[in-house]
């Protein structure tokens, strides 16, 4: 019998939940989103009752709904439950997050933008496309989107980039130097999305390997990410 040396076995660490911070404080600023950055801040000095930012995902949205959310004391609304959520509104400010991420209520949204226009209050919309490309049909409701703000933001440049996965570091009390943060912004995908799964995976690493985050791990593991092995078998 040939006696093979068996792999050490891996010491996976525990998920422990790390919170994605979502203050104004922690919010990086760039030219790709500081558009939306300063309508957030003008509220409630709004050029209408409905705004809808549009951006890719990953490209901080929900960072900035829940800054506006926590500010303004607005209601979250169910994007698929518009009509149960609209009893309880009241004078209150509403937050639909990814509104178009399904089919979209129509007749609950343009109920909704009524109730919102009488009350003279406000009602923030997020979502991936422009209204334009929602594939709505109800004319009335197309009447109000195109009445409503819509801002852009756009994917990250490099200055956002590099704050926002310096941030998530920072998120997990994980020190890198400056140096490995610029490499993994020239490396990956333009998406806060992708940032976020590199972050988690070079901690997971570094965690179960007990080393620290260099430029050798992340090249290692944004290139093991490129071939389709980003995600560990548990």
């Known amino acids: 019998m040939t006696d093979q ?34 309508l957030v801040d003008r509220w409630p000095d709004w050029p209408s009752p409905v705004v ?3 951006g890719p995902a990953g490209s901080g949205k929900t960072h900035l709904a829940s800054i506006w959310r926590s500010r303004a004391g607005a209601v979250g609304v169910d994007a698929g439950r518009i009509g149960d959520c609209m ?48 594939g709505v049909r109800l004319p009335d409701l197309v009447s109000r989107l195109k009445a409503a703000a819509t801002v852009e933001i756009h994917e990250p440049d490099d200055l956002l980039l590099a704050g926002v996965i310096a941030k998530l570091f920072a998120d997990r009390q994980v020190e890198v130097e400056p140096h490995v943060v ?5 490396r990956i995908e333009r998406s806060l999305a992708t940032a976020m799964r590199v972050v988690e995976r070079l901690d997971r690493t570094a965690l179960e390997r007990k080393t620290p985050i260099t430029r050798v791990l992340a090249a290692e593991t944004v290139s093991a990410m490129d071939e389709g092995q980003g995600e560990l078998e548990i």
Not at 118 to 132: D, H, Q, V, Y
């Open 52 to 54: 809808v930012l549009a």
């Open 5 to 38: 040396k068996s792999d050490p076995p891996r010491q996976l660490p525990l998920d422990l939940g790390h919170g994605t911070g979502y203050s104004r404080d922690e919010l990086v600023v760039s030219g790709t989103n500081s558009q939306a950055v300063a």
């Open 87 to 134: 009893a309880s509104l009241g004078a209150r400010p509403a937050l639909i997050d990814d509104v178009d991420a399904g089919p979209v209520d129509e007749e609950g949204l343009f109920h909704l933008i009524n109730a919102v226009r009488g009350a003279g209050s406000t009602l923030l919309l997020t979502a991936r496309r422009f209204p334009s490309a929602w």
């Open 182 to 186: 610029q490499y993994l912004v020239r």
